[in-house]
T-cell receptor, first 115, second 113 residues
C-alpha cells in the first residue's frame, strides 16, 4: 500500500516552454504533498508544500511564478515549470504522507532536461 | 533549524559484511525518523519508519535504532549483498503540523562481490 505515482519519468523540453509534472497518490488520500528538487550527488531540497484546495507554501528562494503548484484533489498534485531554462534542468521528486505505517512515500522522480 | 548529518558519506565493503550507517540530528523534538534508499536516477524507497516513541524497527536484514535524547539513529545492515549498493538517506520528521522532512546528505554504499 501507499503508492505515489509520478509522471513523466523523463522529459526534454526547449528553453522557454512549460512542463507539467504530475504526482498521484494511488491508494490513499493526501491532503498534503511535497515537491523536492535534487541536484547530482546531493540530497533532496524541499521546494514547496502542496495543500489540497489552497495555495502552496514555497520555501525561501523558490520562485512561485516559475514553479506553479496545483493540488486540486486529494490524490493529485501538479508542478508546472514555466518558461523553462537550462538551469531548471534537475531531478524533481514528489512525496505524500500516509497516516498509516508507511510514513512518507515518494514518487519515482522526473528527470527534466531543458535544451 | 534542524540539521541532519550522515556519516560516512561513502562506504565500500565486501559482500557478506555487516555494516552500520550513522545519522545524527540537532533538534531532538522530532515526530518520526525514516530511512530511505535511493538507486541512481530513481526515487526514494522507504526502508524503515521509526516513530518517536519507538527505539528500533526491523525489516529483514535491516535494523534501525533511534535515540532521541542523543539525537542519533543507526541503520544496521546484516550480511550485505551487492544488491544493497545504493545511497541511504536518513530523514527526520519535524514536530508540529507541517510534518516536513529534513534529509541528511546520504551515505553512498557499495557492496563488492
Amino acid at each position: 500500500g501507499a503508492v505515489v505515482s509520478q509522471h513523466p519519468s523523463r522529459v526534454i523540453c526547449k528553453s522557454g516552454t512549460s512542463v507539467k509534472i504530475e504526482c498521484r497518490s494511488l491508494d490513499f488520500q493526501a491532503t498534503t504533498m511535497f515537491w523536492y528538487r535534487q541536484f547530482p550527488k546531493k540530497s533532496l531540497m524541499l521546494m514547496a508544500t502542496s495543500n489540497e484546495g489552497s495555495k502552496a507554501t514555497y520555501e525561501q528562494g523558490v520562485e512561485k511564478d516559475k514553479f506553479l503548484i496545483n493540488h486540486a484533489s486529494l490524490t493529485l498534485s501538479t508542478l508546472t515549470v514555466t518558461s523553462a531554462h537550462p538551469e531548471d534542468s534537475s531531478f524533481y521528486i514528489c512525496s505524500a504522507v500516509n497516516r498509516g505505517r508507511y510514513g512518507y512515500t515518494f514518487g519515482s522522480g522526473t528527470r527534466l532536461t531543458v535544451v | 533549524k534542524q540539521e541532519v548529518t550522515q556519516i560516512p558519506a561513502a562506504l565500500s565493503v565486501p559482500e557478506g559484511e555487516n555494516l552500520v550507517l550513522n545519522c545524527s540530528f540537532t533538534d531532538s523534538a522530532i515526530y518520526n525518523l525514516q530511512w530511505f534508499r535511493q538507486d541512481p536516477g530513481k526515487g526514494l524507497t522507504s526502508l524503515l519508519l521509526i516513530q518517536s516513541s519507538q527505539r528500533e524497527q526491523t525489516s529483514g536484514r535491516l535494523n534501525a535504532s533511534l535515540d532521541k535524547s542523543s539525537g542519533r539513529s543507526t541503520l544496521y545492515i546484516a550480511a550485505s549483498q551487492p544488491g544493497d549498493s545504493a545511497t541511504y538517506l536518513c530523514a527526520v520528521w519535524a514536530s508540529g503540523s507541517a510534518r516536513q522532512l529534513t534529509f541528511g546528505s546520504g551515505t553512498q554504499l557499495t557492496v563488492l562481490p
